[in-house]
């Protein structure tokens, strides 16, 4: 139940951020702020739960705020807002939150959390500078790769970045750095979890991610996004934010949420790379001997663990062959790609990964134990060893367990055998010939998150919010029910955006159109009448399922046509906006062409955008493996893929894509969608009936 003086706490502070903004009040904002604040204030705690599908210009970052804030202070508890790219993170720690808390004049703390890899590891910093020095080109710094060899460009990065840090011009946050860093550049300055020694580190006190992380202490409202919310989670919980128990979450972007999660619970292994990774594994403890042999201790430990490694990397060697006759005997070898029916890797795998997993196990607990005596070594200042060695061989073995704990965790799915009645894992193999080697890659993902979150989330929270423009598939909650688990008793909402649809925008489907599962013939109808589809002097949006399409249609336009087009794999996603911005706002033509990625998140409004050209309806690719063993999964308990599972993420889709035309009340615009199916079949009332509702001009 509200309490009284929180209900007047959002109230007062709606009013006041609709006088200070001379907005007027938005019925749906309205709606979403009753419905989670009557969720959050639940006495029941399973039905502290709210799904909020919140149409574009509703204003649903003000729709949770305002009443998750008040509620959570009453409750002692901390907002955790999740989005889904660091982007939207970055808008809402430096302008939604700021702007909001200063109109409703509320005082509360906020700071934005973000994963390690997004800071700088001063210690890794001076180790590359020091390598440079040496002209040892920093041979210690990936293990598992080509060594870093820095030209001249990088090095003077590295040096400035260096004095950055130093005068305090910069926080050693990438996204904070003004010009774009290479990934490889990057990724010699940071460490992961298991290479930081955290407060034994001599550079503690002016680390980035220590410092951003001592700011949650005293924060009321936590900026991080999915990704970060699923590694505390599978860490347990607790591990970087607080507890679950002690959380209001509020997933933004809410449609990512399953898929982020199956990500996080997936486990990979490249066979022969994980040979040869073990094989230099052997040699490195050869070379720390020596170095460490003062330390009777550490330098006992050093021959078990390379003698554990030998054995680990002999049962790799028996795999390999198994899974190439797993590929050999695929109906399509050029896919490079085998999926084991219902998750069954078969009697021999099995018990080579329960080899695997009993022995990586132990082989797990002997590097921590080895973590551990370094860790100590580093607060030793009487220790015989000096201590730019210990830090390097420290992050040397956080590393070696870092990838131990995944093989453990791939071999301990695959020695499991599914047992009736439970949800299968998906196995799949993938053949990688990239750069020369070849290799096989084994891969164990559930198939859903459902399971997964009911367990680390919706039981552990204390409260939790789910919401984006798009959650519903068909008209349901249902979809993403099934992939997140999301029980029945939650609070379900749908509130239509502020936008009038009839007057602002149509929806075209040409009676004339090519069914988009006709590959050639429908190409080939795009090709025909792309020049009617270019809005002049204005921005056109074309989307495509298929780069391979995409390419094609391109490949044949005229030189006259291509050169008004950006294509996606031209430039960044973020340079090609900005190329087309700048041609509108000039007053040129310009059309974007591109695949899923700029069917949701890309913000155009006005001029930007008058025209959304969808070539085909969006159906998943049917060859991806968790594709493949989720509808198989379907079928075989009777139900019907295609219906139950294909057609619903079409209809998202199809949604996030008409969603990029109207993003200000202001905006005006055309939808067309390409692909006859939408007349022709039985299903295509339904999805065309999912849609906002413009008005339509179908066949």
Same mark, same amino acid.
Not at 523 to 542: A, H, K, Q, W, Y
């Given at each position: 139940m509200l309490a009284s003086d929180v209900r007047e706490t959002i109230q007062q502070g709606y009013r006041q951020f609709l006088k200070a903004r001379d907005l007027k009040p938005r019925l749906g904002q309205k709606q979403m702020i009753a419905t989670v604040a009557n969720a959050l204030s639940h006495s029941q705690p399973d039905k502290r739960l709210a799904v909020v599908e919140a149409g574009t210009g509703t204003g649903k970052t003000v729709g949770y705020l305002i009443a998750a804030l008040p509620i959570a202070r009453a409750m002692k508890k901390t907002v955790v807002v999740a989005t889904g790219t660091i982007a939207l993170q970055e808008q809402l720690i430096h302008k939604d939150l700021p702007e909001l808390l200063e109109a409703c004049g509320w005082d509360h703390s906020c700071a934005l959390v973000k994963g390690r890899g997004r800071y700088a590891c001063n210690l890794k910093m001076e180790q590359c500078l020091d390598a440079i020095k040496s002209k040892d080109a920093g041979l210690f710094l990936f293990e598992d790769e080509v060594a870093f060899n820095p030209n001249q460009q990088t090095e003077n990065l590295y040096r400035e970045m260096w004095d950055a840090l130093a005068d305090g011009s910069w926080d050693g946050d990438r996204d904070s750095w003004e010009t774009r860093i290479q990934d490889v550049e990057w990724r010699a300055l940071t460490i992961d979890r298991r290479q930081c020694s955290g407060r034994r580190c001599r550079f503690v006190n002016q680390c980035?991610?220590?410092?951003?992380?001592?700011?949650?202490?005293?924060?009321? *409202?936590? =900026?991080?996004?999915?990704?970060?919310?699923?590694?505390?989670?599978?860490?347990?919980?607790?591990?970087?934010?607080?507890?679950?128990?002690? *959380?209001?979450?509020?997933?933004?972007?809410?449609? +990512?949420?399953?898929?982020? %999660?199956?990500?996080?619970?997936?486990?990979?292994?490249? =066979?022969?790379?994980?040979?040869?990774?073990?094989?230099?594994? @052997?040699?490195? *403890?050869?070379? @720390?001997?020596?170095?460490?042999?003062?330390?009777?201790?550490?330098?006992?430990?050093?021959? +078990?663990?390379? #003698?554990?490694?030998?054995?680990?990397?002999?049962?790799?060697?028996?795999?390999?062959?198994?899974?190439? @006759?797993?590929?050999? /005997?695929? &109906?399509?070898?050029?896919d490079g790609r085998y999926r084991y029916a219902h998750g069954d890797v078969g009697e021999a795998l099995r018990d080579l990964a329960s080899q695997l997993a009993k022995q990586t196990s132990g082989w797990l607990g002997r590097l921590e134990v080895l973590v551990d005596t370094l860790n100590d070594a580093l607060g030793d200042k009487q220790y015989p060893v000096p201590a730019a060695d210990v830090e390097l061989f420290y992050q040397q073995a956080g590393s070696w367990q870092s990838r131990a704990e995944s093989l453990l965790a791939l071999w301990d799915r695959l020695h499991r055998e599914t047992k009736s009645g439970d949800i299968p894992m998906a196995c799949w193999l993938r053949l990688d010939d990239s750069g020369g080697n070849v290799d096989i890659s084994i891969n164990a993902s559930p198939i859903q998150a459902a399971e997964l979150l009911r367990d680390v989330l919706w039981g552990s929270c204390y409260a939790a919010v789910v919401t984006s423009?798009?959650?519903? %598939?068909?008209?349901?909650? @249902?979809?993403?029910?099934?992939?997140?688990?999301?029980?029945?008793?939650?609070?379900?909402?749908?509130? %239509?955006?502020?936008? &009038?649809?009839?007057?602002?925008? =149509?929806?075209?489907?040409?009676?004339?159109?090519?069914?988009?599962?006709?590959?050639?013939?429908?190409?080939? &109808?795009?090709?025909?009448?792309? &020049?009617?589809?270019?809005?002049? #002097?204005?921005?056109?949006?074309?989307?495509? /399922? /298929? +780069?391979?399409?995409?390419?094609?249609?391109?490949?044949?336009? /005229?030189?006259?046509?291509?050169?008004?087009?950006?294509?996606?794999?031209?430039?960044?996603?973020?340079?090609?906006?900005?190329?087309?911005?700048?041609?509108?706002?000039?007053?040129?033509?310009?059309?974007?062409?591109?695949? %899923?990625?700029?069917?949701?998140? =890309?913000?155009?409004?006005?001029?930007?955008?008058?025209?959304?050209?969808?070539?085909?309806?969006?159906?998943?690719?049917?060859?991806?493996?968790?594709?493949?063993a989720l509808s198989e999964w379907i079928e075989d308990r009777g139900g019907n893929s295609f219906f139950d599972i294909a057609l619903p993420i079409a209809s998202l889709r199809l949604i996030q894509a008409c969603g990029r035309l109207l993003r200000t009340e202001s905006d005006t615009g055309t939808v067309t969608i390409l692909d006859k199916r939408l007349i022709t079949k039985r299903y295509g009332a339904q999805l065309l009936n999912a849609l906002p509702p413009f008005r339509r001009e179908v066949g």
């Open positions: 980035a991610f220590f410092n951003a992380r001592n700011e949650l202490e005293e924060s009321e *409202c936590i =900026v991080a996004n999915h990704d970060l919310v699923m590694a505390d989670l599978a860490l347990g919980g607790g591990a970087i934010l607080p507890p679950p128990e002690d *959380c209001i979450y509020i997933f933004d972007e809410g449609h +990512r949420l399953g898929d982020t %999660a199956i990500r996080h619970f997936g486990a990979e292994c490249r =066979v022969n790379g994980s040979v040869t990774w073990l094989e230099r594994l @052997q040699k490195q *403890c050869k070379g @720390q001997a020596p170095l460490f042999e003062k330390d009777k201790a550490l330098a006992d430990q050093l021959p +078990r663990i390379e #003698r554990e490694a030998g054995k680990i990397a002999e049962l790799l060697t028996f795999v390999y062959p198994l899974l190439q @006759q797993s590929l050999d /005997s695929t &109906d399509y070898p050029e423009a798009t959650l519903r %598939a068909l008209g349901s909650f @249902q979809t993403l029910q099934r992939e997140t688990g999301i029980p029945d008793f939650a609070h379900f909402m749908a509130v %239509a955006g502020a936008f &009038d649809y009839q007057q602002a925008a =149509v929806i075209r489907v040409p009676g004339d159109a090519v069914e988009g599962n006709a590959v050639e013939q429908h190409s080939r &109808d795009i090709i025909d009448r792309f &020049d009617t589809l270019v809005e002049p #002097r204005c921005g056109t949006l074309v989307l495509f /399922s /298929s +780069r391979r399409q995409m390419e094609q249609v391109y490949d044949e336009l /005229s030189d006259d046509l291509q050169k008004n087009i950006l294509i996606q794999g031209q430039y960044s996603n973020r340079e090609m906006v900005r190329l087309h911005k700048e041609r509108i706002d000039q007053g040129r033509t310009s059309v974007l062409m591109g695949l %899923a990625s700029f069917a949701e998140g =890309v913000d155009l409004p006005g001029d930007y955008c008058r025209h959304v050209v969808i070539a085909k309806l969006p159906f998943a690719v049917p060859d991806d493996p968790l594709h493949e």
